[in-house]
């Protein structure tokens, strides 16, 4: 029986087309079925900043991402998760991905940015502040690149240029054809952080020969700033003006530890927090000292507050004041004194960039305005002359943008004229290229050392709380050179918060290989017409049956 069986179906199927049609044509479909969709790549990414000051909103305020990946060359982006490379990158394509209501946009960096050339480095620079310039509800996200990545960007890229220069067949062909990616984040929605403290440092050096001694505060942020947090590493804003400060404390404390050299000057220290979110530490600082205690340096009598600021590179030094100093004040001494130790660096430009304080921006240039406000005599050191200059807040602020030569020989310039302040040099006629550090006083190694460990993690104001690492190691740091180091935290008003801080800054994405949404389409057309096919065979069975009987008949011969 199973010998006659199979000889009627061998012979069916070798005659019969329709029947072998109708047979095979469901285990096709099965076959081709979309399988469930593997995971192609898991990376981490980096979103963009989130936040609020002063109550004005800035950067991305989404932070979920589930959609298809596109490259900017395709046309349609809407609801696409756009992956621009940074070669590529440029504000017209960011701009027509949100023009287009995107899904999400994924800039590709390079492992190595200090590869990159100038140019291209230069330009983004200039771009991160417009991309912070106004909120977008598209989520925003930096990856760095490796061979998977770049792979799965390849593939995008061909899929999306191919649809806009091939025919419309060809184009729906391609599109069900092809695999496509689809781009999940691991993470919720963002929100905003509640009861995050900014901590800053203080810590003193105290002069002899009386109680009203002048006190001369030396003041540096050390938190950094880029468009997106946890790439934000500021090796010359503000790692170079930490280092240079935590070089100041040691070699002072060394003078301030024998009899014969110390000095009649107070030296205050301050490491404010929240930098570059408009000085919050800062403010809060002067507030605390001037407003809410009776006994503080800053009440009696202040010499002069000298801030630094991006001191790692460069053959120029500027002086940024809101008001030009009189002849006389120790804040002229200290200009003329800067002026005298320059001059033995020939290849050094001093300068002094006066600028009022502009109380209608939103956030202020310097961080010295915080003390100006407070009516404090006060300016910042700089080898940039202006206060827009992009280096101060961008994430392509590597540790190769410092210059170590430079870095020790602007810590060199700002010691030696600090020193002739305090011993009042100048006026006991000392030759003007009297050196009290020698070379070997500055440890090029020290300095080295702590721009290489500032630069090993990012210190965007986000990431660093009050128990983090970088706190408690500059905390031990100050502590080793100076006096009554403490800390001073600052919380945002739960009411009427001056800044607020989102989470979910870093994530995982998968890119998972999936089939476009096409290929289910035309799938279901070609199911529809199958049980089309066979709803009619059932409907007509009889007639089907007579076709296929005569078409399966053997032919005979005739004699």
């Not at 404390?253 to 929240?274: C, D, E, I």
């Not at 000292?289 to 000298?306: E, I, K, P, Y």
Request: hydrophobic share 40%; with cysteine.
């Amino acid at each position: 029986m199973f010998e006659e069986a199979s000889e009627v179906f061998e012979n069916m199927f070798k005659s019969s087309f329709p029947l072998t049609f109708i047979v095979f044509l469901p285990a096709v479909l099965i076959l081709v079925s979309p399988l469930p969709a593997e995971a192609a790549h898991e990376f981490t990414v980096y979103r963009m900043q989130q936040y609020d000051l002063q109550g004005q909103p800035y950067g991305t305020r989404n932070a979920i991402l589930n959609t298809e990946a596109r490259t900017v060359e395709a046309e349609v982006l809407s609801r696409r998760c756009v992956i621009m490379r940074l070669v590529d990158f440029s504000f017209e394509k960011y701009q027509k991905a949100i023009r287009q209501s995107a899904g999400a946009v994924v800039i590709i960096l390079p492992q190595n940015m200090s590869t990159m050339p100038q140019d291209i480095v230069q330009q983004f620079m200039e771009m991160e502040p417009e991309l912070l310039a106004t909120e977008t509800i598209v989520p925003v996200y930096f990856a760095l690149e490796d061979e998977e990545l770049l792979s799965i960007y390849e593939q995008t890229h061909i899929s999306s240029s191919s649809q806009g220069s091939a025919s419309a067949a060809e184009v729906l062909l391609h599109t069900a054809t092809a695999n496509g990616f689809q781009m999940v984040t691991s993470g919720a929605q963002s929100k905003a952080v509640s009861d995050w403290a900014i901590t800053s440092l203080e810590g003193k050096l105290a002069g002899v020969g009386g109680e009203d001694l002048p006190t001369i505060v030396l003041v540096t942020h050390y938190d950094s700033f880029g468009v997106a947090p946890w790439l934000s590493y500021g090796a010359d804003s503000n790692g170079s003006g930490m280092s240079i400060l935590l070089e100041l404390a040691r070699l002072f404390s060394r003078l301030y530890t024998y009899k014969r050299t110390h000095a009649g000057y107070n030296l205050l220290f301050f490491v404010s927090g929240g930098g570059k979110f408009n000085y919050q530490g800062t403010k809060r600082w002067l507030e605390d000292n001037l407003d809410h205690t009776d006994s503080s340096l800053l009440q009696d009598n202040v010499a002069f507050v000298l801030c630094l600021d991006t001191l790692g590179n460069g053959d120029s030094l500027h002086l940024h004041v809101s008001k030009p100093p009189k002849e006389g004040s120790p804040q002229h001494t200290l200009l003329k004194e800067l002026e005298i130790v320059s001059a033995q660096f020939p290849e050094v430009k001093f300068s002094m960039v006066h600028k009022k304080i502009n109380l209608a921006d939103d956030t202020l240039a310097w961080e010295h305005e915080r003390f100006g406000i407070r009516r404090l005599p006060a300016f910042t050191l700089s080898r940039l002359d202006s206060h827009r200059s992009a280096l101060r807040n961008s994430i392509m602020d590597m540790r190769s943008q410092v210059d170590l030569k430079k870095l020790s020989r602007n810590t060199k310039i700002i010691a030696e004229a600090l020193a002739r302040v305090i011993y009042n040099l100048t006026e006991k006629g000392a030759p003007e290229d009297l050196q009290i550090f020698t070379e070997q006083m500055v440890q090029d190694e020290q300095l080295s050392s702590v721009v290489d460990w500032l630069t090993a993690q990012p210190r965007a104001a986000q990431l660093i709380d009050k128990d983090s690492s970088v706190v408690s190691t500059l905390e031990y740091h100050l502590s080793r050179y100076l006096k009554d180091v403490k800390r001073h935290y600052v919380k945002a008003d739960k009411r009427d918060p001056e800044f607020v801080f989102y989470d979910q800054l870093k994530q995982t994405m998968n890119a998972y290989r999936v089939k476009p949404a096409i290929f289910d389409l035309l799938l279901a057309v070609c199911i529809a017409a199958y049980l089309g096919v066979m709803y009619f065979a059932i409907q007509h069975f009889g007639l089907l049956y007579s076709v296929v009987r005569r078409v399966t008949q053997p032919k005979t011969k005739l004699h």
